[in-house]
């Protein structure tokens, strides 16, 4: 059984006040059944992903008490990639035929914080100061523009692209184009990523509404078909965040992994992909991450970047929403925020921000902590 | 289980700056006008194994330079006793 989005909704990333995370899925959710033109009562399952939030699926208690299975989903940055590869993998199984993937957070500013030993790390390992994610970035694109001949330029570059996009998209919570001076001459945090090279933990909500791919036309002209999205996590030898130590022999991350398993599933290509939607933990992660989704060789991300080749009108068009630089990383919402801007591209509905030449095949990617990496991909 | 004894020296393999307090806890080190940014990056010991540490320096790195390891004041206890950790510095120098 195939799969099909046939309706998007998104609450506006950002800090919103008192507003809960619950009221901020809830409104995400009353969106996407608006925008597929179908009403609470006939969804038949849900999937909620959430970090701070325990029961996300307590948001039926906004829209409605029906009796629907519906299940919590945490699984780190690549918790809303979950939610979504769960709710397809529901239809695909024959189970039901019309369900909803909601994702919903609302953190506090500043990095994220937690006990070690909750991610099977030693206590030693928080008390000296290494047991969090920004210094990791940091090693991996210090050690990764050593390696491929990539400069702090092209990090700015990026940053300001991505708050470029940000000022096209009413719903991105930084709105301020910034110049690359101002990005390179920022605070340093980790050396070499500097404080406009981050995005932020904030608030913010993302819906999709699932569908038997044979029954969408009954709800939109234009079923956007879900042709891949699996996770992956970290193999031994993997770089990744919170490793106290690392074997000596290397291996690739699982963003990698998982890339290569969609696109051999989708029975698609990286070329044959006109809008792409990569983790921008920080500047160099997008970076990287083109490479290692299959989009360009090691190092040829200079050139890409210099000649304009990842904004809006290049040959690879990479978080036109702005990604999570401009929209911050609300951590259960992040990755179905990516599939909405990616949908609205596809059915040519993205407005000031519309990737030109009809866009048939898009791509998204979360990558975070302790390892975990979520691709999807969709086309016409 | 068994002890096994690594090398003190190896050579540098990534490495970054810690240039603002981490969040406290679980950081139990001097925050404030008291932090003072530190180097991290990991060790590459004898070919053995990698290993992630807190480096003397946040300047004059390099991946592939050879680094030994050093024992550094971290913070001062409440009976005020002197806590120690241990970081890897290049190879001759202070």
């Given at each position: 059984m195939d799969v099909a989005i046939v309706g998007v909704g998104l609450h506006p990333f950002g800090r919103f006040g008192d507003r809960t995370g619950i009221d901020m899925g809830a409104i995400a959710i009353r969106r996407a059944l608006a925008d597929a033109g179908v009403?609470?009562?006939?969804?038949?399952f849900g999937f909620a992903g959430s970090y701070?939030?325990?029961?996300?699926?307590?948001?039926v208690a906004l829209l409605g008490l029906t009796g629907i299975p519906f299940t919590n989903v945490y699984n780190g940055c690549a918790t809303a990639a979950s939610v979504l590869a769960l709710a397809a993998d529901t239809i695909r199984l024959g189970e039901h035929d019309l369900g909803i993937a909601v994702g919903m957070d609302k953190h506090l500013p500043g990095a994220f914080s937690s006990d070690p030993r909750l991610y099977a790390c030693p206590s030693w390992y928080g008390e000296v100061g290494q047991f969090l994610t920004p210094k990791f970035f940091g090693m991996k694109i210090n050690k990764y523009m050593d390696d491929h001949?990539?400069?702090a330029r092209t990090l700015a570059r990026v940053a300001a692209k991505n708050y470029r996009n940000g000022a096209r998209?009413?719903?991105?919570f930084r709105r301020k184009p910034m110049s690359e001076e101002e990005i390179l001459g920022s605070r340093m945090l980790n050396h070499p990523l500097t404080q406009y090279m981050f995005c932020s933990p904030d608030e913010g909500a993302a819906a999709v509404v699932v569908c038997r791919a044979d029954r969408a036309h009954r709800y939109t002209d234009k079923p956007i078909y879900l042709r891949a999205s699996l996770v992956r996590t970290r193999r031994l030898g993997a770089f990744e965040v919170h490793s106290p130590w690392l074997p000596i022999e290397e291996t690739v991350g699982p963003t990698v992994d998982a890339s290569r398993a969609a696109f051999e599933k989708a029975g698609i290509g990286p070329k044959d992909v006109g809008v792409i939607q990569l983790q921008d933990t920080d500047a160099g992660a997008e970076v990287i991450h083109l490479a290692e989704n299959g989009f360009c060789a090691d190092g040829d991300q200079e050139r890409l970047v210099a000649d304009g080749?990842?904004?809006?009108?290049?040959?690879l068009p990479v978080n036109t929403d702005g990604g999570l630089l401009a929209n911050g990383e609300p951590i259960g919402a992040s990755g179905l925020r990516q599939v909405h801007e990616v949908v609205l591209q596809l059915r040519g509905?993205?407005?000031?921000r519309q990737v030109p030449g009809e866009p048939k095949v898009g791509y998204t990617q979360l990558y975070g902590a302790p390892g975990v990496a979520g691709v999807s991909i969709l086309s016409l | 289980m068994a002890t096994h004894l690594l090398s003190r020296r190896g050579r540098l393999w990534a490495w970054t700056t810690q240039e603002f307090p981490p969040p406290a806890p679980p950081y139990a080190g001097p925050t404030g006008a008291a932090f003072v940014p530190f180097g991290v990056g990991y060790v590459a010991l004898a070919d053995e194994v990698r290993v992630e540490a807190r480096l003397t320096k946040t300047t004059g790195l390099k991946v592939g330079m050879d680094m030994e390891l050093v024992l550094v004041p971290f913070r001062t206890d409440g009976d005020g006793n002197e806590v120690m950790t241990f970081a890897f510095r290049p190879v001759g120098e202070a």
């Open positions: 009403e609470w009562r006939d969804i038949q701070e939030i325990d029961n996300p699926d307590a948001v001949g990539i400069s998209n009413p719903n991105a080749e990842l904004e809006i009108g290049g040959r509905q993205a407005g000031e | -």
